[in-house]
Structure formats: structure tokens, C-alpha cells
């Protein structure tokens, strides 16, 4: 028993089982230790379980966008005090994305960076947003402004490895989105504002 007593610690101990233990107890943690990351987790319905100004920042990852507004309230985010949001959507079709930078924008959010990735032939685009300090959905001047998915992306270098990504994204997009027009005889409000934003 002993040996096994051996192995078996050694196993514990072994740098790659480090990431697989959860240990809620955070006090005994060295903050040192580049491997040791305080997170706290709850269960709930979205932002409801954060306590009033807890959080200037949200992430969400890995929801459809009807989701994400859902959770994304005025109402919540005020109580918060949040200030940013870094969002990544699962669906990447332009009409969802549109909508969802349509309705952040009139709501008083500004779009500050785009990225990109492409992992085994999905895209995932990822925006991070920052509450605006003038009115909402003008520029300096009161003018309307309202960035579009992409926006930022298409105006990187030629030689940032994201633009080509996005190019390929804009080509395989444009030739889904000009079937559907050929199959249905029109498109989406939002696909051909994309679309004429992508020429």
C-alpha cells in the first residue's frame, strides 16, 4: 500500500491535474503561483446574481445574440455600473451581429475593437464595447453614428493577419448571402446593409 500511497500523490501532484481541481477556498492560495487564478463561481439567471456595482466589465461567450440582449438590460448593467462589454456571439451570421451592434449602439454603447479567429472553418468574431460619456449614438458633433459589423475589421493593415480572416469571412458570407437573394428574391434589411457596407 505504501507504493500505491506513492503514485497516488505523485499522480496529485503532477502539473497537468493542477487546472482540474477546483478549490474554492482562495485564502489558501499562493498569488504567486502563475497557475493559481481566484474565481468565484454562481448559478443564476445572468447578471442577477452580482451584487450592485460588482462588475465594470461583463464577457459573454458562447450565446446567441437574443440571449446576450437578454441578459444585457439597461436596467442590469446600470445597477452594475458597467462599463464595458466584451461579447462573442455564437452565431456569426451578419444579420444577427447587425442587430446586436444596432441595439447596443442606440442604447448608448460604442464599439471600441473587433477580432477575429477562424477554428475549424467557424468564425468567431469578438467586440469589445465601452458605455459612451456623450449622447448616446452621436459622435463629438451629434452626428449619428453607427458602426456596422466589420467596421473595424476591414479598416486593419493588409499585413495583420485578422484582415486576411476577415476577407475570407466577407467573400464566403457575400456568396451565401447572393444565393439566398437567387433561392428567395430578397434579403434581410440588415444582410443588405452588410452587404452594400462590404463592397
Sequence with gaps: ?????????????????????YNDDTSSSSSSDPQCIPVEFRVGDGLKVLQPKEADAVCIAGMGIHTMLQILTDAELSRLNCQKLILQPTNTKPRNLVQL???????????????????????????RLEKKKKTPG??????????????ILRHLKDDD????????????????????????????PNEVRWLENNT
Excluded at 444596432?102 to 467586440?127: A, F, K, N, P
Excluded at 452621436?138 to 467596421?151: H, I, K, N, Q, T
Design 138 to 151: 452621436s459622435d463629438a458633433e451629434g452626428r449619428r453614428v453607427v458602426l456596422l459589423p466589420g467596421d
Design 1 to 21: 500500500t505504501t507504493e500505491e500511497q506513492q503514485q497516488q500523490q505523485q499522480q496529485e501532484n503532477h502539473p497537468s491535474n493542477k487546472h482540474n481541481n
Design 161 to 188: 493577419p485578422m484582415r486576411g480572416v476577415y476577407n475570407d469571412y466577407v467573400e464566403l458570407h457575400r456568396s451565401w448571402l447572393e444565393q439566398d437573394l437567387k433561392r428567395a428574391g430578397r434579403l434581410h
Design 101 to 127: 451592434y444596432d441595439e447596443l449602439q442606440h442604447r448608448g454603447w460604442m464599439v471600441i475593437e473587433e477580432r477575429i479567429e477562424e477554428l475549424s472553418s467557424r468564425w468567431y468574431i469578438s467586440t
